[in-house]
Every structure is written in C-alpha cells, then in structure tokens.
C-alpha cells in the first residue's frame, strides 16, 4: 500500500508543472485574445465617433430636428463600393454622398425655410420606373454604357460604368444613385482618361480611383477637403470589424474555458497531494511501527530459540544423569538382592 502511495504520488508530483505550464499558456493565450479584442473594440469606437462627427454642425442639427429629419438614414450608409474606389465616389458624390433619404420627396416643397448648410435630400419612394426587382449586386461585371444622344456608339461599349462597383443595400435609394452616377465612368489612371475622352458621351466624365474626373473639355483633379472624406472606406471597416468582433469573441469565450479547465485540472492534481502526502505519513508510521514489531518479534523469536536449544541440552544432560542414577540403582539392587540370599 505505501508503495503504491508513492507511485502515485510521484506521478502526480510530474504533472504537476505540466499542468501548471499548460494553465499558463492558456492564461497567455487568453490575454493576448482579449488584448485584440480590446484593440479591435477600440478602432471600432474610434471609427464610430469619427463617423458620428459627419453631422457636427449644430445650426444644421437644429434645422433637421425642426423638420424631424435627425433620424432618417443617410445615403452613405446604404452603399459600398468595390475597395479603392472610394474616393472615386466621394469625387463623383461630395455632399449628395450624405444625402438624406426621405420617404417622400414632395415634402420638402412646404418648408419655407432652406437649411443653414449644404444639405442633399433624396426621394426614396419605390418606382415601378426606375427600380429593378432585383438588388443591385456587389461589383459585377462592367455593364454596357448607353448609346450617346449623337448616335456615335464607337467603343462606347467598352467604358466601365461607375455604377457597376456600386452596391445599394437599400433598393429604395438606387433611382437617385443611377441618376447622379450617369455617364460616370471609371479608368484606372489619368493618362487612360486622356486617351479614351473622345468615347464619353455628352456629360460624361471619366474617374480614377484617387477621385480625378476628366471630362470631354476639362479635368477636375481631387483632393479631400471634406468631413466626409473616408466615409465609405471608415464603413468598410467597421462592418469588417464588426465580423472580427464576433469572431474574437468566440475565441476569447473558448480560451476563457481552456483557462477555466486547466485551472479545474492543475487544482484537482493539486488537491490530491496533500491529501496524498498526509496519507503517505500515517503509512509510513505505520509501516515504521510494523518494522519495529517485526523486529521485537524477531529478536523474541531468537531468544526463544536460545532457550529452547538451552533447555534440549538441558534435558539430554538431564536424561543421561538419569540414565547413569538408573544404572547406578540397578547395581544396588543387584547388591541386595545377592546380600539377602
């Protein structure tokens, strides 16, 4: 029994800095979970309250409220475009890309005050005319630019429309970004707007992904001077963040558990130890005291067997006294019984 209290005591003894080195890793995994979800929390707030400072123009906030616009949903947060071209967007946009979408346009014709700011108001009312069934779906293929009012169709067909890296998460905005998106095309630099101008029809305009517009007599070179410079790219990374939040998430959870169980493993090996140790010393006293017995028995049993051997010669001196008295006694009865003749 105490040897095999020992064996697992001094098995348990191994694992335990195994189980305290795996308790640690855990604890270290589980910090650094939390440290990126505490980064990603925080770039996420950060770009939250820059998105919240779009609409800081306290004259301008008054006016919305008096006009019970404050809640209604603002353009760019119905679209996306492709990555890299938002710039492009906000070039095309500037003011229209936080255009408030409201219900029904006609509206606006009973105010008799004008807002206090640049201001875009956009009618989202659903029209059989101008709205497709279906939604307008993340960068599909490049579609075909119409024909120029002159007729000339030369190469036309090859121009990438703006609008196909455009997608409308709310369909009821999509008629007024068809409209203001019209006869915008995208190149990939200047110098292939230079050299396709002949092909824009009248009104048209070229694009790059850095925000310059080229036009069939002019170019406008952008610069971001707006607070609503990096709107949609600022958006794009939020709804990412939000994605890598959930995530994160579930791998804090999941460490927090390897934590919770490596620390439930390493106290259960630790809790059988002591036990274990105090049982090893009543052994120990006891198998102490069963040694000690052992070895008063032992000494006992030498000490009988001295005595017997003792006493055996004893007897075997004793019996051969007796055999001589006997023989002794016999002579003298011989003696007398010849004396009585």
Known sequence: ERAGQVQKLASLQEQLPHADIQRQNQRDSLQLQERLLAQTEARM???????GLIDNDKNLSAWLEQHQLEKLPRLW???RIENGWEDALEAVLRERLNAIAMPALG??????????AKLALLGAEASSSTVRAEPVEAYPEPAKSPSTSSGRTDGVEQLTPLLSYVQC????????VRDWLTHVYAVADL???YAQRAQLPAG?????????????HSVLFHAPDSQLHGVLARQREIEKLEQDLIGQNRNAEYSRQQVEQAEQHYQSIEAQIAPLRAAGNDLQQRLHALQMNILKINQAHERSAERTAQIEREMEEAA????GEQRQQHGIDEQMAMLRE
């Open 107 to 116: 509206e606006a014709s009973a105010w008799s005050d004008a807002p206090p």
């Open 169 to 176: 998460q709310d369909l009821q905005v999509l008629p007024a």
């Open 77 to 79: 947060q119905s679209i």
């Open 191 to 193: 110098a292939q707007g």
């Open 45 to 51: 707030q950060a770009l939250q309250q820059l998105q």
């Open 320 to 323: 051969g006294q007796l055999g």
């Open 204 to 216: 048209g305009w070229f694009v790059t992904p850095q925000g310059h517009l080229i036009g069939a």
